[in-house]
């Protein structure tokens, strides 16, 4: 079974800079989450989609960041204009809807490095 | 609200000796944990969750970790560590209700010395 696919990799940009990140989950999953993990820290969830609907953003950036999930399949975050302290790592996760209570394990991608210079 | 601290930043061990990982919990319901593995420029991985049956919980690669209710900690341990254990490591509890979303806690840096 293929896993959790991210691109790019690295992405270095200038500050107020755009960039993008895309995420294709395992077939099948249909919950989606976006995390971003800073240096030292654990990863934060930023979002989480169901199919292509938000379940919670509440710690999204809505001023810069944004998030889609169109076709319930893969997705895309953006962050326009960047800022240094987005410099991070980004997570992709997705789960299945199936298993017993608490077994919604969640399959993490490599990730992306995003630095903001 | 739920949430897990990580009491120690780093740990090193030598190869060969014993693992402990130290992490209590925070919940106002019987909790969902889990540990997870990050090794440098790879995916988080899971080794091992508790979901309320048995509190001894094994995982892969020998670690395992005992959940304690009237500690509200869930260690890991493995009885001998390998070189290929030096990661970061994650304890995490699942929020209660459908979200199933996770709260990492801030990581456990683990060396392993020759």
């Known amino acids: 079974e293929a896993g959790v696919a991210q691109s790019p990799r690295y992405k270095i940009i200038e500050k107020r800079q755009s960039v993008a990140f895309w995420c294709n989950p395992i077939?099948?999953?249909?919950?989606l989450y976006w995390y971003q993990q800073i240096l030292g820290q654990g990863p934060k969830l930023l979002i989480q989609?169901?199919?292509?609907?938000?379940?919670?953003d509440s710690q999204l950036p809505k001023d810069r960041f944004s998030a889609e999930r169109l076709k319930g399949v893969d997705s895309t975050l953006k962050i326009q204009p960047a800022k240094l302290e987005d410099s991070a790592v980004y997570l992709c996760?997705?789960?299945?809807?199936?298993?017993?209570?608490?077994?919604?394990?969640?399959?993490f991608g490599p990730g992306t490095r995003l630095t903001v210079t | 609200a739920q949430s897990v601290t990580q009491l120690d930043s780093h740990v090193s061990v030598s190869e060969g000796t014993p693992v402990l990982l130290r992490c209590n919990y925070s919940?106002?319901?019987?909790?969902?944990l889990f540990w997870y593995v990050q090794h440098p420029n790879k995916g988080l991985q899971l080794l091992l969750k508790?979901?309320?049956?048995?509190?001894l919980v094994k995982g892969i690669n020998g670690f395992e970790a005992e959940f304690k209710k009237s500690e509200t900690s869930f260690h890991l341990t493995k009885p001998s560590a390998h070189m290929s254990d030096a990661a970061e490591y994650f304890c995490?509890?699942?929020?209660?209700?459908?979200?199933?979303?996770?709260?990492f806690g801030s990581g456990t840096q683990l060396t392993v010395l020759p």
């Open positions: 996760a997705s789960s299945s809807n199936s298993g017993t209570r608490g077994s919604y394990e969640q399959y």
């Open positions: 077939s099948g999953h249909a919950t």
């Open positions: 989609f169901q199919n292509n609907g938000v379940v919670d």
């Open positions: 919940s106002s319901y019987s909790p969902s």
């Open positions: 508790y979901t309320s049956a048995a509190t």
């Open positions: 995490v509890v699942r929020l209660a209700g459908s979200a199933r979303q996770l709260t």
